[in-house]
């Protein structure tokens, strides 16, 4: 039975990722830990974890829990400095999406782990999309020739309009100014929030391929410090890409698809593909269908139909972490992510940093 423990409770995705725990049959929910308890009284609830499980230092919960995995969710800013309180217990570690705020927090956090010989995952939830995985295979089973574009629109109402379990809520202006999501310092804003996405799972789309240059344009709304839109644009030998994200759609994607729809459009020398977040299809052109037609998204069946799964089984059989959630993968989504947002600020194109 694995032990896994969730520390910090800044992004409410930590919900989501502890009913992963909670309904995997060799895994089970050995303590929680954040200096704010009201956070943890959702999960204490709904998982039925007793007083002697949560824990407002984490240092005693590791301690008393001796979990084999840790998962992480600090607000963006913050992952390289937890990163490395966490790792001298020698545990594996989940950080919740994105990597880090920069790649220099991102490559203290990898050499962080290599000197415990534990893995590191980051996770990116829309790796968990079936339409999205399909995609993928169908890309490297060269159906649509070599891959030359990739087209990324995402995001939703806002951060503060949904919890775990995609529960809706009505945030109030307090709520915002309270909120980590909108404080530059924090590694707030839709661009950190949403573009690493794009730029992980496009890079897992490209063949871990680099872009050569990238520019980046981002709004400037009134009465906040940070972005709700951004367009990067990024220059391949192959041709060019685009990320985009908004805060602000008019719908949530996991309930009805705004316009634009959020998802991936991905274009080839052979075909295109275009696969939408939570639909149960994908789109693909061919040069024998160039009119189109829908293909079923492939199930995602255990151990591969989340996070918690995948790397467990990892873990298990002392395999590499691969895709999105490896290190590899996601630090070149991070250089994309770092070299657009200085493009933003610098208001001009930039070579690939890092």
Sequence with gaps: MFRVAGINFDHFHMGDLLRNVFEHPDAEIAGIADTQPERMTEASKKFGLSDDRVFTDFAECLEKTQPDLVILCPAAARHAEWLEKVAPFGVHVLMEKPFAASLAEADRMIDAMAATGKQLAINWPLRWVASHVTAHRIVSEGRIGDLQEVHFYDGNRGP???????????????????????????????????????????????????????????????????????????????????????????????????????????????????????????????????????????????????????????????????????????????????????????????????
């Design 160 to 354: 503060l309009w949904h919890g775990a379990d995609k529960i809706e809520k009505e945030p109030t202006a307090e709520e915002k100014d309270a909120s980590w999501f909108y404080k530059r310092a924090e590694g707030g804003g839709s661009l950190l929030d949403y573009v690493g996405y794009g730029t992980t799972l496009g890079t897992w789309y490209h063949g871990n391929r680099k872009p050569i240059e990238v520019t980046c344009m981002i709004d400037e709304p009134a009465g906040l410090e940070v972005e709700e839109q951004s367009v990067t644009v990024a220059r391949y030998e192959s041709g060019l890409s685009t990320f985009q994200t908004r805060w602000g759609t008019f719908t949530d994607p996991w309930t009805h698809q705004p316009q634009p729809k959020c998802g991936f459009v991905l274009k080839g020398t052979g075909g295109t593909i275009s696969s939408y977040d939570y639909e149960p299809v994908i789109r693909i052109q061919t040069p024998a269908h160039p009119e189109g037609e829908e293909l079923a998204a492939d199930p995602l069946e255990p151990p591969f139909a989340n996070p918690i799964q995948y790397f467990l089984r990892c873990i298990d059989t002392d395999t590499p972490v691969e895709g999105p959630l490896s290190t590899e993968v996601a630090r070149i989504g991070q250089q994309i992510v770092d070299t657009a947002y200085r493009s933003a600020l610098e208001k001009r194109t930039l070579p690939l940093m890092g």
